[in-house]
């Protein structure tokens, strides 16, 4: 993921494009936990360390700045979207850390705690497709008119 700048998001049509990179980083972060704790590839956790949060915010800042307000504005639904800007919130702090770890272990430091380690990469990238697949069901559909 890490060959090229990916091109920015700008219409709530390419919504699609940015679940679409967020799902493919999700499963390479369940990758590195399901071969945790022996077979962990160092150079992955770098790649992936270097993905995660640039795609995450800018993710973040396009569905906060151009689908949120639209989604909104079609349904009155402001609700839901403090519920959604809260959930990006907690992935980005979740993601910051991860990053860390993912670097750390790339640089040569031993995962001192495995199941630990684990537990930090399946709650992001669980919460991360629960997140998507609800913009998928109830988002997109209603910022594109395809109800």
């Not at 704790?37 to 150079?43: F, G, K, Q, T, Y």
Request: hydrophobic letters at 45%; aromatic letters at 6%; charged letters at 30%.
């Amino acid at each position: 993921m890490t060959a090229a700048k990916p091109e920015p998001f700008r219409n709530p049509a390419d919504m699609k494009r940015a679940h679409m990179q967020m799902l493919a980083l999700c499963h390479m972060l369940e990758g590195i936990a399901d071969d945790l704790p022996s077979r962990v590839d160092r150079l992955q956790c770098l790649a992936v360390a270097a993905d995660l949060l640039p795609l995450l915010r800018e993710c973040h800042r396009f569905e906060e700045d151009v689908v949120f307000p639209a989604f909104a504005r079609q349904t009155g639904g402001e609700e839901i979207v403090a519920r959604l800007k809260l959930e990006h919130m907690e992935d980005d702090c979740a993601a910051a850390d991860l990053s860390e770890a993912l670097l750390a272990y790339g640089h040569g430091r031993p995962i001192e705690n495995p199941e630990a380690f684990g537990y930090m990469l399946r709650a992001l990238f669980e919460s991360m497709r629960r997140h998507i697949a609800f913009e998928r069901d109830h988002v997109l559909p209603e910022v594109l008119g395809h109800r």
